[in-house]
């Protein structure tokens, strides 16, 4: 099982990124997807998580009205678009798949509940 971040760089205050993770390894249909984040010398914290049927979202709070995840079941892949960008969205990103579990329209705000992680992207974003 692989899962491909990418998509991070340096940015400014106010702009937007995109983060792809591409899936394989897997049926990725079968599995709820998610994106963390990490600054050095924290715990991994949630960002956002899709539903395996794509139709339920979560967001972290400071994230919420800004970021965006969504799925393309075709190309195994899920994205992270995010605008408004600031500075405290400075961190290793992090896409994890959760599942195969019961329930289409669940997902997971918790990282030990994602049973495959990718290797990170780094976003910063400068004031």
């Known amino acids: 099982v692989q899962l491909q971040a990418s998509g991070g760089g340096l940015v400014q205050a106010g702009d937007s990124l995109r983060l792809s993770c591409a899936v394989s390894g897997l049926t990725f249909s079968s599995y709820s997807m998610g994106w963390f984040r990490q600054v050095s010398g924290k715990e991994r914290e949630f960002v956002a998580a899709?539903?395996?049927?794509?139709?339920?979202?979560a967001y972290a709070d400071p994230v919420k009205g800004r970021f965006t995840i969504s799925r393309d079941d075709a190309k195994n892949t899920v994205y992270l678009q995010m605008h408004s960008l600031k500075p405290e969205d400075t961190a290793v990103y992090y896409c994890?798949?959760?599942?195969?579990?019961?329930?289409?329209?669940?997902?997971?705000?918790?990282?030990?509940?994602?049973?495959?992680w990718g290797q990170g992207t780094l976003v910063t974003v400068s004031s």
């Open positions: 994890g798949a959760d599942g195969p579990k019961p329930g289409s329209n669940r997902y997971s705000r918790f990282a030990y509940q994602y049973d495959y």
């Open positions: 899709i539903s395996r049927n794509g139709v339920n979202t």
